[in-house]
Nanobody, 121 residues
Framework: QVQLVESGGGLVQPGGSLRLSCAAS????????MGWYRQAPGKQRELVAT???????NYADSVKGRFIISRDNAKNTVYLQMNSLKPEDTAVYYC???????????????WGQGTQVTVSS
């Protein structure tokens, strides 16, 4: 069993900051890419940022220069530092990890339960 547990969401004013965390636990041999996605009401889930095992990063254009993704491989944890938040950043944020449970098994994508981020004055 593999679990991704997110934390750090909440209500923040425009221009403020939040830091999301996501810890993976359970039967894990290795984790490849990790990332954050978000889904706003009435919209499709979209990629926010991803990070590889060697810390190569990729960001959606809408968050470049404001959000920073990082990871701690020893803790199987990925972070998302969100700065200069805007109302349009309001969404449920989901953590994703590409996981191999055992050495010779195939990788699969695991998802967290989501954490609400609301940017409003």
């Amino acid at each position: 069993q593999v679990q991704l547990v997110e934390s750090g969401g909440g209500l923040v004013q425009p221009g403020g900051s939040l830091r999301l965390s996501c810890a993976a636990s359970g039967s894990i041999f290795s984790i490849n890419a990790m990332g954050w996605y978000r889904q706003a009401p009435g919209k499709q889930r979209e990629l926010v940022a991803t990070i590889t095992t060697d810390s190569s990063t990729n960001y959606a254009d809408s968050v470049k220069g404001r959000f920073i993704i990082s990871r701690d491989n020893a803790k199987n944890t990925v972070y998302l530092q969100m700065n200069s938040l805007k109302p349009e950043d309001t969404a449920v944020y989901y953590c994703n990890a590409n996981i191999r449970k055992f050495k010779y098994t195939r990788e699969f994508d695991a998802w967290g339960q989501g954490t609400q981020v609301t940017v409003s004055s």
